[in-house]
């Protein structure tokens, strides 16, 4: 995979991508462009395949046995579904976080430490630990209690944990998939606040069922929709603003005032 | 199955929100008339009732901007409910002003102490009803969301504007004729400034028509790309 951005302002973006679950397509002919060091967020009514859009942008999906993609996902100008692309160096580089914080069994640090060490990182990692605690500001609740084990950590500071140490790969792009669902609303408004600071260094892209959310975080709003036989189709794509205020389509106005369907 | 729209409530409540704002503009209409009604008639006991009939205009004005807050926190209102809601909020201050323009004729009626000439008031009879036409038409296409329509009232402007230049000129005609009225003569320009002033208001309401319809937010006068300043 080459490191030059041949994409421009994009972080990564997909071309005629369909994803199959065996026979089902669940997401069709998605063209997508996700810009670099934005929040973008992916919106859209249960089953229309936001997580699997989510998922495909760093192979996740290739862990459900029958899945498979056609079509393009393009990062740094390659595919990364080509044959010579190893999908642990995607991870590595475009990160996940989950809808439920899952923190290792293991202590604060070496949940942070982990990735970096199964990556072979050779500087210090004491150093990268705390700066990656810092950037998913969690530092300052847990500097003195790194050997805690992460589980006795709440749940806002358990899914901030999980940021930490998706960061403390150096991942390019951070993949969340309704990082704040199970939390508390003053827990989800720190997330939210984490995730615009760490869209200065990060490109990100959330799923959310929180309307409020994707338009109080994102900079760009994707909406999802069920076409032809429920597979899952990109409806609508632009700024948050103008997708909140002013939609250009029937269906995502309808979608986004409530009165879908 | 049930064929209730998820949005029933915030339905019912913006149609409410609608008819509260059509009946404060209905206020404006007859307060407006009224208060040129009596300036015409010298009917200065009428005159002090518009006077202070002004308060349930900006009591209703308070109950709207209520309402539509409680439904923005409440509802989280997103797309044309939003833009209804937020221009419903933006219409209620224009009225309230509106209000404030015939409150200022009827309080010139009280001090003015003076018959102009019937020209003058027939004029000023014609400013008020072609200001209220305006703004029942741009109301209409508020709460209809006709974009169309919104963007013809404005041009109406112009007759409006005519009539204010007539009644200056044969104002100061009179004065020059009689320097003794001017403190009468510059009661009666402020009467033909304010309906002058509330017909460029209805131009702001139409601007929240087109946006509630379209999503578009621009001015619809042209004044300020159209013209260009002169000061020599």
């Known amino acids: 995979m080459t490191t030059s951005n041949q994409d421009g302002k994009f972080a990564i973006k997909s071309r005629g991508l369909h994803i199959y679950y065996g026979d089902f397509l669940a997401v069709k002919d ?160 720190r997330i939210e606040e984490l995730m615009q600071e760490l869209a200065k260094n990060y490109t990100i892209v959330v799923v959310t069922h929180n309307m409020q959310q994707a338009a109080r975080v994102s900079d760009f709003t994707a909406f999802f929709n069920l076409g032809e036989n429920r597979a899952g189709i990109l409806e609508e794509y632009g700024p948050t603003d103008i997708i909140f205020t002013n939609p250009k389509k029937q269906k995502t106005e309808d979608y986004i005032t409530g009165r879908f369907g | 199955m049930s064929t209730i729209s998820p949005r029933e409530s915030l339905d019912r409540q913006t149609q409410e929100l609608l008819d509260e704002i059509l009946v404060l503009s209905s206020m404006v209409e007859e307060i407006t008339l009224n208060a040129v009604s009596a300036l015409n008639n010298q009917n200065t006991s009428e005159a002090r009732k518009i006077y202070h009939s002004d308060k349930l205009i900006n009591h209703k004005r308070f109950e709207i901007e209520k309402t539509s807050l409680t439904l923005i926190a409440t509802q989280q209102p997103m797309a044309r409910d939003l833009r209804i809601i937020a221009s419903a909020l933006e219409i209620a201050t224009e009225l309230e002003r509106m209000g404030d323009y015939a409150k200022g004729i009827a309080r010139i009626c009280v001090m003015i102490k003076w018959s102009p ?87 702001n309401i139409c601007e929240r028509a087109v946006y509630v319809a379209t999503g578009e937010m621009k001015e619809l006068d042209g004044s300020d790309d159209e013209q260009e300043l002169n000061f020599e």
């Open chain 2, 117 to 203: 000439t019937p020209a003058v008031m027939a004029d000023l009879v014609l400013m008020s009803e072609l200001a209220t036409d305006m703004l029942h038409r741009a109301m209409g296409a508020f709460v209809n969301a006709d974009a169309e329509m919104a963007r013809k009232i404005p041009g109406d402007d112009d007759k409006v504007d005519v009539l204010y230049n007539q009644i200056n000129q044969t104002i100061f005609a009179e004065l020059n004729a009689n320097p003794s009225l001017m403190d009468q003569t510059n009661l009666l320009i402020w009467a033909a400034h304010n309906l002058e002033r509330m017909a460029d208001r209805v131009t």
């Open chain 1, 30 to 189: 998605i063209n997508l462009e996700i810009p670099q060091n934005k929040i973008t967020a992916i919106i859209g009514p249960s089953g229309c395949g936001k997580s699997t859009m989510l998922r495909a942008f760093n192979r996740m999906n290739e862990l459900v046995p029958t899945a498979w993609a056609g079509g393009e996902v393009l990062y740094h100008g390659k595919n990364i579904y080509d044959p010579d692309v190893d999908p642990v160096e995607v991870r590595r580089r475009i990160g996940m976080v989950f809808q439920k914080p899952n923190p290792f069994p293991k202590s604060i640090f070496e949940n942070v430490a982990w990735g970096a060490k199964i990556n072979g990182f050779q500087g210090d990692l004491d150093q990268l630990v705390e700066q990656s605690l810092k950037d998913a500001a969690l530092w300052n609740e847990v500097k003195d209690k790194l050997g805690q084990n992460g589980l006795s950590l709440s749940g806002g500071q358990q899914q901030r944990l999980c940021i930490a140490r998706a960061i403390a790969v150096k991942p390019d792009l951070i993949l969340m998939d309704e990082p704040a669902s199970a939390l508390d609303p003053i827990a989800t408004l």
